[in-house]
């Protein structure tokens, strides 16, 4: 270390990004000073008590939570040693490839990036959700979303996502790999009020506790006011949050690493730019490209009688969601998560007249403050918005909602249908019902990375132009949102932007100690967004169902009758298809064959270059136990009325059995009370009414069109 600087580099902020850049820098040999403005929690510390003055608010005594209202758009994140991750849901996701659009290059892209993943993975020792210890069964709450996606016939849509949680024995105190002592998870469901437990793997346990290994110092309560260059390096000037009266103090180093979070990290450059002047060179670019991460929460109140959906971790499923709306289809991701009893104490002591609201919610709806869990989605939204500071030099958001018109609406309208399946009443926050304020808890953007200040305010590892040096590393420098929980970004994004920088400070080869222990995981989420994917491909254009029956005449012999439910899952794919090919299920008596057997197969609509009008071909198993095959063929010869109704509901047949012996010819007709059920069962599927109704009129206009062309 020079002896013109008080160390070799300082790190604003413990979350994500800085607790990386600290623990990397203390391993390669740097000396590190960490400025972090909250305070250190300890297990047993964070707030219960139903009062505000327990330290729940960081503006009412630095407690956990700060809350920035940006004008269209509210911020929530946790204060405190360790960053956001002391009040995360615990969620370490990556994005699936096939989201990610244009604005992510390949530098932060998966081929790139699933290897820091994999570090980063290692480092908090993520693992899927475990059975709960006292019962030895999963959450109510995993449960019940895991039987809603079966019911809704999707049921690979949903997963169990790796958690940043030591999971286990929940009475027994163990060292983890970092040589910190945890415990396992006891099922409170406290994640994001802080786990007084002991079993979330955060920062302060995992990359913080590796930097004070390494000799990294941290200081808290240390609020960073001021950057400026000084003597080839920069000076850090901080207040004391905790005593507003006490003097400033600065600390200088060649390098400085900004990871305060993406509205901090964004307010402290553009104060530094536009109020202090000390870093007047920042690019024009600053504060645009702001994101929510899609984030959109409401709340679900079960109905009636219910097991506990406070227990488990936070979040214990993901479920992808692939929702056509307008032209194009959005992706987002749903995520359960307990309401903690704790923070529903606190909101009713705030609240007015709780005593009228308890007896309304136990005589009137039924329902127990632990039969409410908040569902959480995050999607793509425009990345759009642009911080800009206000008269006091506070961050203000530029952010039009209109303009996430499509992904709004889409998750609006998951709720009816989960409200359904689940006999549960939704609410959206008042933020949004009565303010349309949205509420975000996964920040990113406004300092995006280009080749020069007139393309983006950082390089590709973070470097700001025109300052060398100063450098920026937290959710800020990611370019849109991630679709997902973005926490496990982040931490892959900084350990590479982190390697680069010490390899380029003369550590040429330098690589993270722990790299020879990763051992690649498993990445769920990208089994519930490959299903979806293929399922968005099969059903594409929405799809139509129908019911038919068809029997031989009472004098006829065999005696068949086939009653079958048609699908198409893609009306797309059908028109598409040379074969018009259907989908076919259901049952068939045969005289002498079979006896309520089921059958299946498909029925090839219209052909082209045949003289068919349909064909079928379908299977099932014989009362003897043999496999049987039904084939046969409808033909129009005329395009008279009579011609063309008794073409289209006469089917001649044969019943074969697949070891070759002799088939048998029969006739099947549509009686017209059968002709009449089938008209009436031909319906759209899809996700909302409208697009249901086109698919049904798309496949209305084919079937007149085929049957007349033939």
Not at 426 to 440: A, D, E, G, I, K
Not at 531 to 544: F, I, L, N, P, Q
Request: proline fraction near 6%.
């Amino acid at each position: 270390m020079s002896t013109r600087f008080d160390t070799d580099a300082i790190v604003v902020g413990s979350g994500f990004g800085g607790a990386v850049a600290a623990a990397r820098l203390a391993q390669a040999g740097f000396s590190v000073t960490v400025l972090e403005r909250g305070r250190r929690w300890r297990p047993g510390g964070f707030p219960r008590r139903p009062h505000m003055e327990d330290g729940w608010l960081w503006e009412v005594d630095q407690g956990l939570y700060d809350i920035r209202w940006l004008d269209r758009m509210a911020s929530v994140q946790a204060a405190g040693w360790g960053g956001g991750s002391l009040a995360y849901a615990n969620v370490f996701a990556r994005p699936f490839e096939g989201a990610l659009d244009e604005r992510w290059p390949d530098r932060l892209r998966r081929a790139e990036l699933d290897p820091y993943y994999a570090l980063a993975a290692h480092m908090m020792e993520v693992a899927p959700v475990g059975d709960d210890p006292r019962t030895g069964r999963p959450a109510p709450r995993t449960e019940l979303v895991e039987r809603l996606t079966r019911d809704m016939d999707m049921p690979d849509a949903t997963v169990r996502p790796n958690l940043a949680v030591t999971f286990g024995d929940p009475d027994t105190w163990r060292p983890n790999a970092h040589g910190v002592r945890r415990r396992g998870c006891a099922f409170v469901g406290e994640c994001v009020i802080g786990c007084n437990h002991g079993a979330k793997n955060t920062l302060d346990h995992t990359y913080l506790a590796v930097a004070e290994a390494a000799g990294a110092r941290a200081v808290t309560d240390a609020e960073v006011r001021r950057i400026e260059p000084r003597d080839g390096g920069y000076a850090v000037t901080a207040a004391t949050p905790s005593d507003p009266d006490a003097p400033l103090r600065e600390w200088t180093a060649p390098r400085v690493v900004l990871a305060a979070g993406a509205v901090a990290s964004n307010e402290l450059l553009l104060r530094s730019r536009d109020v202090h002047g000390t870093l007047p060179g920042l690019s024009r670019l600053l504060g645009q490209g702001f994101s929510g991460n899609g984030d959109f929460l409401t709340l679900a109140e079960l109905r009636g009688a219910r097991q506990d959906m406070t227990t488990g971790p936070t979040i214990t499923t993901s479920t992808v969601l692939d929702v056509p709306e307008g032209r194009r289809p959005v992706w987002y991701q749903v995520q359960d998560g307990a309401f903690p009893p704790p923070l529903h104490t606190l909101v009713d002591t705030l609240l007015p007249v709780p005593r009228v609201r308890g007896w309304w919610r136990r005589k009137v709806r039924r329902t127990t403050p632990r039969s409410v869990f908040t569902v959480l989605a995050m999607g793509t939204d425009s990345g759009n918005g642009t911080l800009r500071l206000d008269r006091s030099g506070k961050a203000t958001l530029s952010w039009r909602n209109r303009w996430q018109a499509h992904l709004y609406r889409s998750q609006l309208r998951v709720g009816p249908l989960i409200a359904r399946f689940l006999d549960a009443r939704l609410y959206s926050p008042f933020t949004w019902s009565l303010l349309r304020r949205t509420v975000t808890v996964h920040a990113l953007g406004g300092v995006r990375a280009g080749a020069d200040a007139a393309t983006g305010v950082v390089d590709e590892v973070g470097e700001v132009h025109g300052y060398p040096g100063l450098f920026v590393m937290d959710g800020s420098v990611l370019p849109a949102a991630t679709g997902v929980n973005p926490s496990a970004t982040i931490l892959a994004v900084a350990e590479r932007s982190i390697e680069t920088v010490i390899r380029r400070s003369g550590r040429h080869g330098w690589r993270a100690p722990e790299w020879d222990a990763v051992v690649p995981g498993d990445v769920p989420e990208d089994a519930a967004f490959a299903y979806m994917s293929e399922r968005h491909a099969a059903t594409k254009g929405d799809g139509v169902v129908f019911r038919e029956r068809m029997a031989t005449r009472r004098r006829d012999r065999p005696g068949v009758v086939l009653t079958l439910a048609a699908e198409i899952r893609s009306m797309d794919r059908f028109l598409a298809g040379a074969a018009h090919t259907v989908s076919m299920r259901g049952v068939i008596d045969a005289e002498g064959v079979a006896s309520r057997a089921a059958i299946a197969g498909t029925l090839s609509l219209f052909p082209g270059g045949g003289p068919e009008a349909m064909s079928y071909a379908l299977r099932f198993t014989g009362d003897d136990g043999r496999a049987w095959r039904l084939t046969g063929v409808k033909t129009v010869r005329s395009r008279t009325p009579m011609a063309l109704l008794t073409g289209l509901t006469t089917l001649r047949g044969e019943l074969s059995p697949d070891d070759g012996g002799a088939g048998t010819r029969f006739v099947l007709s549509i009686g017209a009370r059968d002709l009449a059920r089938l008209g009436t069962s031909i319906r759209g599927t899809g996700f909302t009414r409208a697009r249901r109704l086109r698919a049904a009129a798309r496949f209305t206009a084919f079937f007149a069109r085929s049957a007349l062309r033939r």
